[in-house]
């Protein structure tokens, strides 16, 4: 029986996503996430910039780089 899966991802960055021409909408996701293309299909619903950032994401993007 054929199963579909719903993952969702919140992506925050610090960087200036102006630009646009390298966010998750470019990613290369049948390879990221290894289908099989004989059997396996992958459709991007949506990808939209959300207007608040997740403070949570930015506070542990800003210790690592601290850390390193």
């Known amino acids: ?14 960087e200036d996503m102006s630009n646009w021409m390298f966010g998750p909408e470019y ?3 049948p390879e990221l996430l290894d289908l099989d293309a004989t059997r396996e299909t992958f459709g991007l619903v949506s990808v939209a910039r959300l207007p ?4 949570d994401h930015l506070s542990f993007i ?3 780089a601290e850390a390193n």
């Open 1 to 14: 029986m054929a199963k579909t899966y719903r993952i969702i991802l919140e992506y925050t960055t610090t």
């Open 27 to 29: 990613w290369d996701w």
């Open 52 to 55: 608040e950032v997740n403070q």
């Open 62 to 64: 800003n210790q690592f």
